[in-house]
């Protein structure tokens, strides 16, 4: 007998993050997710759209009494197989044979055709406007709006969660447990309060605390639960490695050395553009290298021919790369702080190359540009920040957002804090979402508060203008 992979959603932002971020053979959908208080409630339509925009083939099970909404979804929208009503229990009783054959069926692919993706996108359109107007309640009407725009803006916005400075540790103390799991819930919260779906997520290094195996299995862990919060697959997780992710005991003398000779940037660049060197140098991020290379099943890499990457992927009708670098292959130890660290250009070019067909670039990296040394500070910051619009780094452990302009560049720089770095600090995290269109875009940012037990709240602490714990910018 054959079995199928069921995954449920039963809130309206965790069904939309699914379909946007996970591949389906076939939906069943209710018309009706949020509030099933309210009986004309009729958010589903708006799954429906997404679902066809990404031809998914649909049976509907809805007890929503309005056959006149019923026909025309039927008579409009190829890839609704069948209407099921919950009611009826003989047509219940004969849902996995449809569901089988919804599954088994071939419907016109309107995507790969677009005047035809554009006409039936039109006709939802009408069809939620006429919804609108024919609503019962005031609320009805409010939260079909609210929906409607929501749509709208996450067609035309590219969206992601930002988060940093894990520090996973070996011991498994229940007070780390318990804030890593509330930082989980608040991060779901966040997503549907403001109906931000991500299309990626970034962690900006320092994800263990020592670069060590088990600490990465909990890392794993972790992640595990963060895809399942988000609704993204393990390609749209994007990590680089922090000082915490070097194994410092895989730091030979010479290793350590060469790191400290490096001081200008003809050297650098040879040594990175040599095999056997960087090799040599790569050695310290074994423990991170095998996680990497095990959890995300070849999508993340980190080997001596694969220091850095560039993942690009389609988003708001633009081409978007993110570039992974790596600011920890000189890192070994407490003494890193201060101007001690290394990019290199040569990684920074050879990425920006990678990604010059891109229409937004958005550079992750663990370290702060002030923390690199001097030779290459200046060139590493004014490269990256001319040529792409966000840099997000971690390490400080504290939130800052600065707007990089000169006449040449407008980058928005993002320190995310550290989401998890016990109680001397004020763990944070942050959701973007920016439109490539407007050149607009806000900050949702979330700070821990150490009173009583604990809990997450806006961070208005960290600027004073921010207001509600948002920030709107323009680039
Ligand atoms: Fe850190
Ligand atoms: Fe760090």
């Keep these: 007998e054959e079995s199928y992979q069921v995954e449920t959603a039963t809130t309206f932002v965790r069904a939309c993050s699914l379909i946007k971020n996970r591949s389906y053979d076939v939906a ?36 929503v009494p309005a056959r006149r909404l019923v026909d025309e979804i039927l008579s409009s929208y190829g890839h609704v ?81 930002h988060i940093s ?49 088990k600490q990465y299995a909990r890392a794993a862990g972790f992640f595990d639960r963060l895809l399942d919060r988000t609704g993204l697959t393990k390609e749209r997780l994007l990590v680089v490695p922090g000082n915490h992710d070097v194994s410092r005991s895989l730091v030979s003398t010479g290793a ?40 995300f099943e ?69 370290h702060p540009f002030r923390e690199l040394r001097e030779c290459e500070q200046q060139t590493v910051e004014r490269l990256l920040c001319q040529e792409c619009q966000f840099v997000l780094h971690g390490h400080g452990h504290r939130t800052d957002l600065t707007l990089h302009r000169s006449p040449d560049a407008s980058a928005m720089v993002i320190a995310g804090g550290a989401s998890h770095a016990g109680l001397e600090y004020s763990n944070t995290y942050n959701l973007v979402q920016f439109n490539p269109g407007s050149g607009q875009g806000h900050i949702v940012l979330r700070r821990w508060s150490g009173e009583g037990v604990g809990f997450w709240a806006e961070d208005n602490l960290t600027y004073r203008n921010v207001k509600n714990g948002i920030y709107q910018f323009t680039l």
């Design 81 to 161: 197989y069948e209407i099921v009503d919950k009611s009826d229990s003989e047509a219940i009783a004969g849902l996995a044979a449809c569901v089988e054959k919804a599954r088994q069926s071939s419907f016109p692919s309107v995507a790969d055709d677009p005047a035809r993706f554009r006409e039936v996108d039109e006709r939802f359109e009408r069809l939620i406007a006429g919804e609108i107007e024919r609503s019962r309640t005031g609320w009805e009407a409010n939260h079909l709006r609210e929906l409607a725009s929501h749509d709208q803006a996450s067609q035309a916005t590219v969206t992601w969660l």
């Design 298 to 366: 070849g999508h993340s890499n980190l080997d001596s021919d694969r220091y850095f990457y560039v993942r690009k992927f389609e988003l708001a009708d633009r081409q978007i790369a993110v570039l992974g670098l790596n600011s920890a292959w000189v890192s070994a130890s407490d003494r890193d702080e201060a101007n001690r660290l290394l990019v290199g250009e040569e990684q920074v070019r050879a990425a920006l190359g990678l990604a010059a067909e891109a229409d937004i670039r958005i550079a992750l990296l663990h």
């Design 165 to 213: 400075d894990l520090h996973l540790s070996d011991d498994k103390t229940l007070r780390s447990s318990t804030e890593l799991d509330s930082l989980l819930v608040d991060i779901e919260r966040q997503i549907g309060q403001h109906k931000l779906v991500p299309d990626w997520a970034a962690v900006t290094g320092d994800i263990a605390f020592s670069g060590q195996e």
């Design 28 to 63: 069943v959908l209710d018309l009706q997710l949020h509030a099933p208080q309210e009986p004309d409630n009729r958010d589903g339509v708006f799954l429906l759209r997404w679902l066809m925009r990404k031809q998914v083939p649909v049976v509907i099970v809805t007890a």
């Design 256 to 295: 350590r050395i060469l790191g400290d000779s490096l001081h200008d940037g003809k050297t650098i660049s040879e040594i990175l553009s040599d095999d056997g060197d960087r090799r040599f140098l790569l050695k310290r991020f074994e423990g991170y290298a095998r996680f990497v290379g095990d959890y």
